[in-house]
């Protein structure tokens, strides 16, 4: 029930920012460049909900909260779902498909296909955010395959701070998060395998004891 309800508030709380964007094309509060805004809130919603789905499991840990991993699939999808609006926004609203432009686009600005890269990775990890896709890979191969949601962190943050021109303030922001994010994850990996280490090394001890 508790679940429920959090799933159902975090569903609602996702939605806000594309709310607010259709409450603000229909009451025009866009501004004069109506496709930058849309452009800048779905790629920093993108990014903010990456970072919100690594925050799940140290926080589960830290906090001993486990059901909190019953929420970071729907933040997962959020992220895939402004990504789409991001990208649609890109080639849709501001290139309206016109292949050409694009290329012209990707050759003149990199971070483009940095963005593109990112956005890409993500499609297979919502593909299979399913629990069949978890029984059909095994546990093991599903989570080796969505550990590429670190290289889209890192790929979105380097996309970020690509495109600015000067104020490098809000990427290098994000790239601290991650990087407190990821390092976590190292530091778990590391203490998970010394402490094996330390176990095959006290089996033959144990034996000479026998
Ligand atoms: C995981 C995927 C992606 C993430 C997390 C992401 C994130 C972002 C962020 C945070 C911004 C800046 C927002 C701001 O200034 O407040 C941005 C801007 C932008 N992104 Fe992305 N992005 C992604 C994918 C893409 C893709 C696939 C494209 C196009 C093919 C793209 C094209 C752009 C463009 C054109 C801008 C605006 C650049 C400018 O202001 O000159 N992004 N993105």
């Known amino acids: 029930m508790k679940l429920r309800l959090t799933k159902l508030a975090i569903f609602l709380a996702a939605l806000v920012p594309l709310e607010r964007l259709a409450w603000k094309a229909l009451h025009d509060g866009l501004g004069a460049n109506p496709i930058e805004v849309i452009t800048h809130s779905t790629g920093d919603w993108t990014l903010i909900l990456i970072l919100t789905t690594l925050t799940i499991t140290p926080l589960r840990r830290i906090t001993r909260q486990y059901w909190l991993i019953g929420v970071r699939r729907m933040i997962g999808l959020f992220a895939f779902f402004y990504g789409t609006l991001h990208f649609l926004t890109y080639i849709w609203l501001d290139k309206f498909f016109d292949i050409h432009e694009m290329l012209k686009d990707i050759a003149k600005r990199p971070f483009i296909t940095v963005g593109f890269s990112a956005f890409v ?50 990427p290098i922001e994000y790239g601290v998060v991650l990087g407190i994010l990821l390092a976590y994850r190292l530091g778990v990996w590391a203490w998970e395998k010394a402490s094996e280490r330390r176990q095959q090394q006290a089996i033959p001890s144990a034996e000479k004891l026998v």
């Not at 399913?130 to 890979?137: P, Q, V, Y």
């Not at 949601?149 to 809000?170: E, F, M, N, P, Q």
Request: proline share 2%; glycine share 6%.
């Open 121 to 170: 990775l993500m499609i297979p990890l919502a593909l299979t955010s399913t629990a069949w896709s978890i029984r059909r890979l095994g546990g093991k191969n599903w989570q080796r395959l969505h550990r590429l949601i670190y290289l889209t962190g890192i790929l979105a943050v380097v996309h970020y701070s690509w495109l600015v021109k000067a104020d490098l303030r809000k």
